[in-house]
């Protein structure tokens, strides 16, 4: 299942870039708490608690951590100790708030947190700085956006792996089974083939698969049952996986199949059209205009895609109005979708990257609508 972490030098450069960003923001420091900013910037897995527990970055100075002392075996898996990161740990009755002071050099007059830090912990960490913290996310996202080597190789390791389930997905999907028991069979194989984690499982079938975010019910599996089974895991050191395809058991309807046919064409023109300076908004457009040339703009009622990594959706969001320049690194979903509220839906997922002059798609199973014998 791979590696718990990268190795120590991945970590050593994402903090100093971080600290880079945030003294080019004009900011004093970062404040960063559990969760994927702190996975990404050390690899700790480190969980929140009612005791503050915080990586401290300041924009120049050494970086830190702020502890308690119960908590101190959470970084043992963490790149902290090989970084030779500082720690100041602390016990009940002392004020960790201001050890973050401290470790900031000081009250700082800007400084930057982490944008899943609970009140429980923002509120007195306010007062203790003396000022209010912005959000961490613009000078974080950047970052996070552009994957290195290492990130893209695990994202084909999960884009591999969740194409091996969904080459599964035909043998579990017989007529008389309810979702719930084709969903329960599926994470199953998300773990058996790789992954660490199950992230979802959305298995739509008939009426069902025209809810977008419809995940599991105890419909039985009809003859002529369109199913949408969208499904993701994460791949260690925790980056995920996330692919749809559509099915159906038995023929489809012509209609069906000339709907669907257009959806396949509308997910192609979006993968072709990515490319470093090409705008997330285009990417968008790319896929929405096959779709609206055909009638069927009204049935497209989501964005076409979302960035993915330590995230399941993270930046960039490719949607209508994000005027982003793509570059080469990124990666996220390409995925439209048709949805024809109480009788069928479709959509198409790839997880796609950017490379120097288009795109690499991580996920590689068949795009039609592929049919299930009945």
């Known amino acids: 299942m791979g590696p718990r972490r990268f190795d120590a030098d991945v970590y050593a450069h994402r903090l100093s870039e971080a600290a880079a960003t945030t003294a080019a923001a004009g900011l004093d420091g970062l404040v960063i708490t559990p969760g994927d900013d702190l996975r990404y910037l050390v690899g700790s897995r480190a969980q929140t608690f009612e005791r503050l ?47 973050v002071v401290a470790a900031l050099g000081g009250a700082p007059a800007t400084c930057a947190v982490a944008e899943s830090m609970p009140a429980l912990h923002l509120l007195p960490l306010a007062a ?29 390791q ?12 035909p043998q579990l999907l017989a007529p008389g089974r309810t979702e719930a028991d084709v969903a329960a069979d599926i994470a199953d194989a998300i773990v058996a083939e790789g992954h660490s984690e199950v992230a979802f499982v959305i298995v739509g079938s008939g009426p069902n698969s025209a809810d977008p975010h419809h995940e599991c019910s105890d419909r039985t599996l009809q003859v002529g049952d369109v199913v949408v089974v969208d499904i993701g895991g994460a791949c260690e050191p925790g980056y995920h996986s ?8 038995g023929e489809p309807e012509a209609q069906v199949a000339q709907q669907y046919s ?6 192609r023109a979006a993968v072709g059209a990515v490319r470093p300076g090409v705008t997330a908004e285009q990417v968008d457009a790319a896929a929405r205009d096959v779709l609206a040339d055909a009638g069927l703009a009204e049935y497209f009622v989501h964005r076409t895609g979302h960035g993915i990594g330590l995230a399941v959706h993270e930046e960039p969001y ?57």
């Open 53 to 99: 527990t915080a990586l401290v970055v300041p924009a120049f100075g050494e970086p830190s951590m702020v502890v308690p002392r119960l908590e101190l075996a959470s970084l043992r898996e963490s790149a902290v100790s090989e970084l030779v990161l500082p720690v100041w740990d602390w016990v009940d009755g002392d004020d960790p708030y201001q050890l």
């Open 128 to 156: 203790a700085l003396g000022v209010t913290p912005v959000l961490a996310t613009g000078v974080l996202g950047g970052l996070r956006m552009i994957k290195d080597t290492a990130e893209i190789d695990t994202l084909r």
């Open 158 to 169: 999960a884009g591999a792996a969740i194409d091996r389930v969904h080459a599964r997905v």
């Open 242 to 249: 996330d692919s749809t395809r559509t099915y159906s058991i």
């Open 262 to 267: 257009t959806l396949q064409r509308a997910q």
């Open 318 to 374: 490719i949607v209508a109005g994000n005027k982003l320049p793509l570059a080469a690194g990124m990666a996220f979903s390409i995925e439209p979708g048709i949805y024809f509220p109480g009788r069928w839906g479709a959509r198409i997922e790839d997880i796609v990257v950017v490379t120097q002059d288009g795109a690499m798609c991580v996920n590689n199973r068949p795009h039609e609508l592929i049919v299930v014998p009945a």
